[in-house]
């Protein structure tokens, strides 16, 4: 939990994109780390209504450059944007399935901002 306190209070979130639902997404471009093929870093993202009491989330992505997949390695909830008020334990399992990226989706600009660095 002090991982998440700290990436939360101490990250510098730089806006990243929208989606067509509202959701804005936010990366630590300070965070990522570059590992031949493979590209890790923090991304925020808070959504215009709360969906199960959760209003953000924060979670560390890995990216497979050459296959142009992702999957979640950790990923924290919250009550507030920007990883304020309480956090909520995630439902999912971790790390997540290997997901490959539709084109035009958040998922693809994801993959190849990431892996253009």
């Known amino acids: 939990m002090l991982l998440v306190v700290c990436c939360s209070v101490s990250a510098e979130w730089q ?19 570059k590992n031949g093929d493979t590209r890790k870093f923090w991304v925020l993202e808070n ?15 890995e990216i497979e450059c050459i296959k142009k997949r992702k999957r979640s390695l950790q990923q924290y909830w919250y009550t507030e944007h920007f990883g304020g008020g309480d956090s909520i334990t995630p439902k999912l399992k971790f790390p997540g399935d290997w997901r490959f990226a539709a084109p ?9 901002l990431s892996c253009k660095k």
């Open 15 to 33: 806006y990243w994109t929208g989606s067509d639902d509202g959701r804005k997404f936010y990366v630590d471009s300070q965070s990522l780390e």
């Open 47 to 61: 959504y215009p209504a709360a969906d199960e009491g959760v209003l953000s989330t924060i979670t560390l992505f």
């Open 104 to 112: 035009g989706t958040v998922l693809a600009e994801m993959i190849r």
